[in-house]
């Protein structure tokens, strides 16, 4: 018989697990380590998918009716079945009055309290010691509730009570109102419902509407007679005109921070995309891995299968011993990610400003329930590289399907790259993303051929000026290309992946800051005030407003739907010139000082097919629909966003209508921060992808350690052959060096080759320019392999010495 259970297998198994142990060990690391990275990304996935918004203001109430704070998009994909997307708004969708009596004839409703919103703003305009926080009318805090803690509710107008994180004393003036009364509860100022519906600026509308249950009736039944009431009246939001939502139980809390629900789902978009990434970088490594421990053991697999044993028995085997040391190397990841995760975690939720204001981002111990799957994928991927490898065990595979299949991924990979070139946005580093991976999968299938052909190169200068160790090299090399290709292999992986990495940020980056000093042309910069009392000022001869926003761009992408959440700026056409310059190359900016109209970036314009005088349709940040006449085009739209909008068209649909900045000209002035936009939970995922991508580098690194450590440890009959032919230790060193240093300048070489192809086509397609790597990282990549190679060669001669 010859499955894998029989004893001859799992003598075959024992036996060379034994004798192998230095092989695989070097396949416990990087199975380890791989288990460690997916334990950890588990982790953050389930914690991302658990995440929801905290539920503070609304606490107490059983039910909350809000509006509808996604959009929807559906389309109908090429040969498919109609599919809808969804995006999340960032500006508050309101509730019409209408709904409050409605809501109050409910059965089982003891009250619904209106929630209407406003932001109180104190202290010197444009100083340091400017603040703002909530204003609510008073009865709204029943929701949470928050209790007076002394004094009084407010009665009239210019009456007030403090919340605790005030710090204010009745009898205090706080904003131009008497503090009346003092409550627990965070920072937030109390005044009247007239009061408040008054500071909102909403008439006919509120935030929310939270619904106070009777005494025993289950929230369930509740919800379920509110929902009915909602769809009997037919009531809609003031914004896009859908349905009302019925909120309970932790959905409560999208009511209260809006920026929650998106910047969790962004974040769950970017653990699966980089979850992809780490699965493609491991199946690499340890396919090398494999490839290599098995590629030394020839032999004794040819021997094997000269005294009886069945290529199955064989593989089976193999899987048997891959089982063996992958399962504890599993598991000691998956233990690994479990101490570490928790602190991880804790320490980003604790950085202010990086998780969003109310993202709650559970770890409940159950969730580590879920490292045991993650241990026992990374198993099953293990044993499937090794059953791949072991193919046929003692039969080489035919070199002409190898090299084809190379040529054919590098093919696809310059394809890829250049269609990058043709792309933008999330398309054109998607693109770039997928050229790299093909990129390096050709160059692991071709590389006994790359290390034959660089070596062919240095072949006659080798012998030439090299001496005896040269000779040596040279030799070596010749004899043993595909010993060389496959530690060729995880130096071009860890070279590529970090310039890519490392390379695509520092573009963006450095071309968005060169385009928002350009644009920048004012010299005062104010905040915590409005345009029309800085152009009040001495000295100041022009201003204008900049609100920030977004808007949600509809649009498909081979008949699937797709929606794009964007960041743009409102601002006042009068005060645009000698303030800022978007850098128009078509139209007229002053065509903003119309309604209905609109500005649009050049590459969005170009994906679009839109010029002055086009109409492009737009969801403004609290969903309604707008159709805006394109008024100029502008080409620095790193910097300022891919639309700007007249203040007053974007004004009525944002949350806080007040200037983020004023942006001032005159006379005495000096050159000001440059002005940009921002990305809402943009330094969270910008966290989450450099530690994710230290990882992964650190995965890499530890693969060309541990391959050039395997085949240093497979050479060791070879290096005690040339000491017993004449070789003195000095030269079996040298020789080593001379390796490294070929190893080192090829792998970096074919890298750098690897990584600019997407990086070319990702830089051309987004700045128009060619990709930048700052010197000071270009030298670490360097330095990093340089050392790494070095120790792969050297330890296992350094533990033993050479020819020992």
Known sequence: MSRAGNPAVRLLAARSLKAHRAAWAAVFAAVAVTSALLGTLALALGSAGLGHARVERYAAASVVVAGDQEVRWTATPWGSEPQTETAGLTERVRVPDTAVAVLRAVPGVREAVPDHTFVVREGGEGTADARAYPGRSWEAARLAPYRLTGGREPRRAGEAVAGAGLGAAVGDTVAGRTVVGTADGPAALYVTAGEARRLAGHPGSADAVGILAEPGVPTDTLHARVRAA???????????????????????????????????????????????????????????????????????????????????????????????????????????????????WTALRACPGVVPEGLELPTPPWLF????????????????????????????????????????????????????????????????????????????????????????????????????????????????????????????????????????????????????????????????????????????????DVLRSSVVLARTQAGTPRLDRLPVLGV?????????????????????????????????????????????????????????RVVAVYERSLALGEFLLPKAELAPHMSDPYPARVLAAGTGGAPVAPEAVTTPGAELNGIVSTGIVAAIGGLTVLSVLSTLALIGAGRRGELRLLRQVGASAGQVRRMLGLEAGFLTATGLLVGLVVGALPLTAFAWALTGGLPHLPPAQAATIAGVVLATVVAGVFLPVVRRGPGR
């Open 572 to 628: 006042d056409a009068d005060g645009l010139a000698g303030t800022l310059d978007p850098g128009v190359v078509a139209g007229d900016l002053d065509g903003l000082r119309r309604a209905g109209t609109v500005a649009v970036g050049a590459t969005t314009a170009e994906a679009l097919d839109l010029e002055p005088g086009a109409t492009v349709e737009l969801r403004l940040g609290d969903g309604t629909p707008k159709r805006l």
């Open 230 to 344: 909602l769809d009997r009246a037919g009531l809609k939001d003031t914004a896009s005109g859908q349905p009302l939502r019925a909120l309970t139980g932790n959905g409560r809390g999208g009511a209260e921070h809006l920026g929650a629900p998106p910047a969790r789902t962004e974040l769950l978009q970017l653990l699966a995309a980089v979850s992809g990434t780490v699965l493609m970088v491991a199946v690499l490594v340890l396919a090398s891995l494999v490839a290599q421990a098995l590629q030394q053991r020839a032999a004794e697999r040819d021997l094997l299968l000269a005294v009886g044993a069945t290529p199955r028995q064989v593989r089976g085997a193999a899987g048997r011993e891959v089982t063996r040391v992958a399962g504890a190397a599993a598991l000691l990841g998956a233990l690994g990610s479990a101490a570490v995760f928790p602190a991880l």
């Open 369 to 544: 329930a879920g490292l045991l799957a993650v241990a026992a994928l990374v198993v099953g991927l293990t044993r499937l590289v090794v059953l791949l490898a072991a193919r046929r065990p003692g039969r080489p595979g035919k070199g002409a399907a190898r090299r084809v299949t190379g040529i054919a991924l590098l093919v696809a990979g310059t394809g890829a790259a250049g269609t990058a070139t043709l792309q933008g946005g999330d398309a054109a580093a998607a693109a770039a993303g997928a050229a790299t991976v093909t990129l390096v999968a050709g160059c692991a299938l071709l590389g006994p051929w790359i290390a034959g052909a660089a070596m062919a190169l240095l072949d006659r200068p080798l012998r030439r000026f090299g001496g005896a160790p040269g000779r040596l090299t040279a030799a070596g090399a010749g004899a043993h290309s595909r010993r060389l290709g496959a530690a060729l292999v995880p130096v071009v992986l860890v070279t590529s992946f970090a310039l890519v990495q490392l390379s695509a940020g520092a573009t963006m980056e450095r071309a968005a800051a060169a385009q928002a000093r350009a644009a920048t042309t004012a010299d005062r910069v104010y905040t915590g005030t409005t345009a029309e009392r800085v152009r009040g000022l001495p000295g100041v001869e022009t201003a204008t």
